[in-house]
T-cell receptor, first 116, second 115 residues
Framework: AQTVTQSQPEMSVQEAETVTLSCTYD???????LFWYKQPPSRQMILVIR??????QNATENRFSVNFQKAAKSFSLKISDSQLGDTAMYFC?????????????FGKGTKLSVKP | EAQVTQNPRYLITVTGKKLTVTCSQN?????MSWYRQDPGLGLRQIYY???????DKGDVPEGYKVSRKEKRNFPLILESPSPNQTSLYFC??????????????FGPGTRLTVL
């Protein structure tokens, strides 16, 4: 069974600095997607970034980028130039694109606080 | 406006009283899914649907039912709710095209309390 582990329950960063959130996963599948979702205090779930496992190039979305290490099964999120609006829970998620297609597994989340 | 809607947003009920939480999307998405969120546990998938009349269990399906009779709707049914189903529930949808695959849009959430 696939598992997703976020080892940092809470983190904080100063405004304008860079922070990296960690995520590791365990799977025997070769075709899958990885995601980072953001959940601000409003509780709305927002997709931040997506990575296809077959792509070696790391995904980027403006100030958000990932470091995808397939062999190490690691998928960290880097937030550059942190802003107060980045304060939120961040969830890493795994989705198998093979047999159990559609079964999305989330980590337990990292609570990020951006301080002024 | 493209969106996923859930109703009700808040519900307090009693043990054993059947309830349905509705979910509707206006983006013609094939994939829809239900999650529950509990403190310290993150989100856990209850059921998902790859298309009309196609549903499958997620990680925590016990005590829940779903149906997908039409593309836009994916209701979550609790036949006999129990207090351990008190949670925050999210519905989500996404396209299955290669470009848009599984970029999920989430509904606003339904806060359910079972007494």
């Amino acid at each position: 069974a696939q598992t997703v582990t976020q080892s940092q329950p809470e983190m904080s960063v100063q405004e304008a600095e860079t922070v990296t959130l960690s995520c590791t996963y365990d799977t025997s599948e070769s075709n899958y997607y990885l995601f980072w979702y953001k959940q601000p205090p409003s509780r709305q779930m927002i997709l931040v970034i997506r990575q296809e496992a077959y792509k070696q190039q790391n995904a980027t979305e403006n100030r958000f980028s990932v470091n995808f290490q397939k062999a190490a099964k690691s998928f960290s999120l880097k937030i550059s130039d942190s802003q107060l609006g980045d304060t939120a829970m961040y969830f890493c998620a795994f989705l198998n694109y093979g047999g159990s297609q559609g079964n999305l597994i989330f980590g337990k989340g990292t609570k990020l606080s951006v301080k002024p | 406006e493209a969106q996923v809607t859930q109703n009700p947003r808040y519900l307090i009920t009693v043990t054993g009283k059947k309830l349905t939480v509705t979910c509707s999307q206006n983006m013609n998405h094939e994939y829809m899914s239900w999650y529950r969120q509990d403190p310290g546990l993150g989100l856990r998938q209850i059921y998902y649907s790859m298309n009309v009349e196609v549903t499958d269990k997620g990680d925590v399906p016990e005590g829940y039912k779903v149906s997908r009779k039409e593309k836009r709707n994916f209701p979550l049914i609790l036949e006999s709710p129990s207090p351990n189903q008190t949670s925050l529930y999210f519905c989500a949808s996404s396209p299955r095209t290669l470009a848009g695959a599984f970029k999920q849009f989430f509904g606003p959430g339904t806060r359910l309390t079972v007494l």
